[in-house]
């Protein structure tokens, strides 16, 4: 589906903490920028995160056909969470540290092709991925990752650079090494229950070994990838990292599963801590997954 995206139809939405001169600069730019490629945006920065949605929401149901998401994948799941299932399609301007959907989407990450991607008007339609009600473009996990970034965003408040509060909270976590009792249900014919330091459902398979370990090569498969680390130390997830980072694991350390529905129940904790594209939730157990396929629609590159 292509068709070039004319003036007044496309709403630009900039993640910025307020004040922030890079957010200013950039919401300054851009109407030059799609100008220059022959449309035309009205920019919108918001200095809150919790804005994002209901501000991408206002333009859906005002009938824009293009809502842009400047930012990293959080901002990118803020955005696409309000575009799903409207007629309006979203916009990506890659601006975060690792930009997961861009890559796996094929977006370009430098600004100038973005943008000139969007006006160009080729649409894709990609899957969308739900927790309880709360919807995801990458994935969604809770244990030792949600752990990890709860505690990496305290350091970070403490005034610790991202990298490094990274690289502290990765090691004090594992040295926790949070378990959880779960019970996996899925597709309605499959039951397992598990002691695990962490449950990852991927909107979509992730490669977990070889080159392009934890890309994904699809959109629209249908499937959540789900995996597990049955009876995974601390010895054995610090393993696991580091084989990851060389790009490779070893055959049977991870349990995966495929499945358009997926429900999990955990012992003991009614709510559980959730990182949904990177950004924390809580959410009451059970945790109900569930794919909808082809449900977002996504401005890329034309084929070939």
């Known amino acids: 589906m292509e068709q070039r995206v004319e003036s007044g139809v496309l709403a630009c939405i900039v993640n910025g903490r307020a004040g922030s001169r890079t ?32 501000i991408a929401r206002r333009y859906a149901k005002q009938g824009y056909r293009a809502i842009v998401a400047a930012g990293g994948d959080g901002t990118v799941n803020a ?20 930009n997961h959907f861009a890559k796996d989407a094929g977006i ?15 649409i894709a339609s990609v899957d969308a991925a739900e927790v309880n009600g709360h919807f995801f473009v990458n994935n969604s996990s809770f244990g030792l990752y949600p752990a990890i970034v709860a505690h990496r965003s305290s350091l970070q408040r403490r005034g610790m650079g991202k990298w490094r509060a990274f690289t502290i909270a990765v090691w004090r976590m594992l040295r926790r090494t949070p378990h959880f009792h779960v019970s996996l249900q899925a597709d309605g014919g499959f039951d397992r229950s598990e ?40 010895k054995a997830l610090a393993g696991m990292m580091m084989r990851a980072l060389l790009g490779r694991t070893t055959p049977g350390e991870l349990r995966v599963l495929e499945a358009e529905e997926l429900w999990i129940s955990t012992r003991r904790r009614r709510r559980v801590k959730v990182a949904n594209d990177g950004e ?25």
């Open 23 to 54: 957010a200013e600069r950039l919401a300054a730019d851009l109407p030059n920028l799609f100008r220059k490629h022959g449309s035309r945006a009205e920019v919108i920065v918001t200095g809150r995160g919790a804005d994002l949605t209901t």
């Open 79 to 98: 955005v696409a969470s309000a575009v799903i299932g409207t007629q309006s399609a979203l916009g990506v301007l890659p601006m975060g540290t690792l």
């Open 108 to 122: 370009p990450l430098s600004l100038d092709a973005a943008v000139e991607t969007i006006v160009a008007g080729h």
């Open 195 to 234: 002691r695990t330091p962490f449950v990852f459902v991927g909107n979509n398979p992730y490669r977990a070994a070889g080159f392009g370990i934890g890309a994904r090569h699809s959109l629209d498969t249908g499937k959540l990838w789900v995996c597990t680390a049955p009876g995974a130390g601390r």
């Open 280 to 304: 924390l939730l809580r959410i009451q157990s059970p945790l109900h997954y569930r794919i909808h396929p082809r449900a977002l629609r996504v401005f890329v590159p034309a084929p070939g």
